[in-house]
């Protein structure tokens, strides 16, 4: 058997957050500018890693938490690059 576990992100993704928050036009501006700099730092560290996402819309950035964190999903056409 073979078994997959994840983080449970209580907040849905960064679509159903957008979504919500629509109706309003009430989106904070300290919490876009989390998310903008917490997905960088995502970013960069995968980047580090010689990974290249492939696939980052909404839909695959979770969040999580009283605060809102962001983190970055489905990895499933991700590509490593050759440290050459």
Sequence with gaps: ??????????????????????????????????????????????HKKNIIHGDLKPQNILLSGKDYDVKLADFGISQVLSEN
């Design 1 to 46: 058997m073979l078994y997959l576990v994840m983080e449970y992100c209580d907040r849905g993704d960064m679509c159903g957050y957008i979504k919500r928050m629509s109706s309003s036009m009430d989106i904070p501006e300290f919490r876009v500018w989390k998310f903008f700099v917490q997905m960088l730092v995502a970013l960069n560290y995968i």
